[in-house]
């Protein structure tokens, strides 16, 4: 069992994630692992990922969720038993080739973990256009949007931003969760909602935030701005949360990790919970922050039973935070 909310009437319209650049995440537990010499992997774990991907994966006891973006018909199979699973519905576009494959080396005995990540699809103008058009007619019986992850050769940076515009316009409730220059684009468009990690923000407002001052700082200028509701997560120390009314800051209680893949992605998830819900933002900072912390014991789009999350939401801790008031991280 997943650790979906049980939908209470509040919700209008289903859920969309959008992936363009998926992925295909293949942990090998090595230990010893050293580069140059033969290494015997112990245990492997193959998950269907990208950012889109994992959210449509927590959501699925929760709301009517779709899924839309781009996946390779070389390892599609992933993808599709991950769907088939789980009740997403599969709007994805097939292109020739393989979606990308993000290994993780893991050697528990060392506490070390070696990253290779392959290259990904490249996607044609006409691939794209048909992607757009896809998006624009779910916009008409689905009111959430997720556009998540990073974007692949052939797509321009400026692609969510472009979006971002033309749902809102129709009225959705609009989620980026991104980095770089699609980040950047993306919040000069305005989107619903957006849940940078610290250096992601900083890098997209072009400064270092050293600070909570700094970070709370630029999280409510951007809401300010027309963003509803900014989320900057904080690893280990939790995560600001600004919306019209307040700003807090969640910490997480002390979980075991099995993997810190998708963890940002099941925050995405529990915010999601929480405003299909309608609860205020600091129940919303309880069970995202839950939520996160939860995943972390499992390895894949897999979250623990409800049961769980509630216990977990129990042991968040909330500050309340004032514009100018704070303390270092």
């Not at 088939?84 to 506490?111: F, M, P």
């Not at 050293?210 to 900014?230: F, M, N």
Request: aromatic share 4%.
């Amino acid at each position: 069992m997943t650790g979906g909310l049980v939908m209470t009437g509040v919700m209008t319209g289903g859920v969309v994630a959008v992936t363009l650049n998926a992925a295909v995440d293949q942990t090998l537990e090595c230990p010893g692992f050293a580069a140059g010499t033969v290494n015997r992997v112990v245990r492997q774990t193959v998950t269907a990922g990208g950012k889109g991907i994992n959210v449509a994966a927590f959501l699925a006891d929760t709301a009517p969720i779709t899924a839309a973006g781009f996946l390779g018909r070389d390892n599609v199979a992933v993808f599709e038993t991950l769907f088939q699973e789980r009740g997403i519905t599969d709007r994805c576009q097939r292109l020739d080739g393989a979606s990308r494959v993000n290994i993780k080396v893991v050697d528990h005995s060392g506490g070390a973990v070696t990253d290779i990540n392959l290259p990904g699809l490249a996607v044609t103008a006409d691939a794209l256009a048909q992607l757009i058009a896809t998006v624009e007619n779910l916009a008409v019986d689905n009111h959430w949007f997720v556009l998540a992850g990073s974007v692949p050769a052939g797509v321009p940076e400026t692609i969510y931003a472009d979006l971002v515009t033309r749902l809102r316009a129709r009225g959705a409730f609009v989620t980026v969760d991104a980095s770089g220059a699609p980040l950047r684009h993306a919040i000069a468009a305005r989107p619903s909602f957006i849940k940078p990690n610290v250096d992601e923000l900083g890098d997209a407002l072009g400064t270092r935030l050293t600070d909570r001052v700094a970070i709370l700082d630029a999280a409510r200028q951007l809401q300010r701005s027309g963003i509803d509701l900014v989320v900057v997560s904080l690893g280990a120390d939790g995560a600001i949360l600004v919306d019209e009314h307040q700003a807090v800051h969640a910490y997480p209680p002390r979980v075991p990790v099995a993997s810190t893949v998708g963890a940002g992605d099941a925050m995405v998830a529990g915010v999601l919970m929480s405003r299909l819900a309608g609860e205020d933002l600091v129940t919303c900072a309880r069970r995202a922050t839950a939520v996160a912390a939860g995943k972390l014991a499992q390895v894949g789009p897999i979250l623990p039973s409800r049961a769980r999350i509630a216990e977990l939401m129990e042991s968040v801790r909330i500050e309340g935070l004032e514009p100018q008031a704070g303390k270092s991280l």
